[in-house]
């Protein structure tokens, strides 16, 4: 079953600003090497945390049932378990992943939700999803695609696709 569910194309969106703290806040080139696998534990803990205030929903393509795969937060040994289960560490490491997309827009504006391949967009239920849990926690506004990375991971032939939404918070920020 978990090389079945592995060989499905997997999207994790992730909704939620990097909270305010005494640390900063992980850079565009963190968030890359995160999603494709290979980072250091410091830098994984700093991009787990990123997500803290938001919703991550991690799921094959087409996926409909959504609640399913919703996850409140991602810690650091969930994600190396993540990368060694899937073996996308590995092809990592051997060079064997491919990075297809990596871009991040102004927080204002954000990217087109239309673009790349049509079974790799984010799904409008998921989009839907995450901003009726945007607007529970005081949030207003749509949620606004702000980073999209794509990656092809040879070895266990997994071509995945990440979304960072954004939504404004009661208070501006």
């Not at 297809?100 to 409008?124: M, V």
């Not at 070895?155 to 696709?161: I, T």
Request: glycine share 10%.
């Amino acid at each position: 079953a978990m090389g079945k569910a592995w060989s499905a194309v997997v999207s994790a969106l992730g909704i939620g600003a990097v909270a305010a703290s005494a640390t900063r806040g992980p850079t565009m080139a963190e968030y890359h090497r995160y999603h494709g696998m290979l980072i250091g534990p410091s830098a994984a803990r700093r991009c787990c945390r990123s997500f803290d205030r938001g919703s991550i929903l991690f799921m094959p393509s087409g996926a409909e049932d959504l609640e399913r795969y919703a996850h409140p937060r991602v810690t650091v040994l969930m994600y190396y378990g993540l990368v060694l289960a899937s073996f996308t560490g590995l092809s990592a490491l051997l060079g064997m992943r491919r990075t297809i997309d990596a871009r991040e827009a102004d927080l204002k504006q954000g990217l087109a939700l239309d673009d790349g391949p049509a079974e790799l967009r984010p799904p409008l239920g998921a989009v839907s999803r995450l901003a009726r849990i945007a607007r529970a926690r005081g949030s207003t506004g749509e949620p606004r695609l702000v980073r999209r990375f794509e990656f092809d991971f040879l070895v266990p032939g997994l071509h995945v696709a990440m979304y960072h939404f954004v939504t404004t918070q009661s208070d501006g920020e």
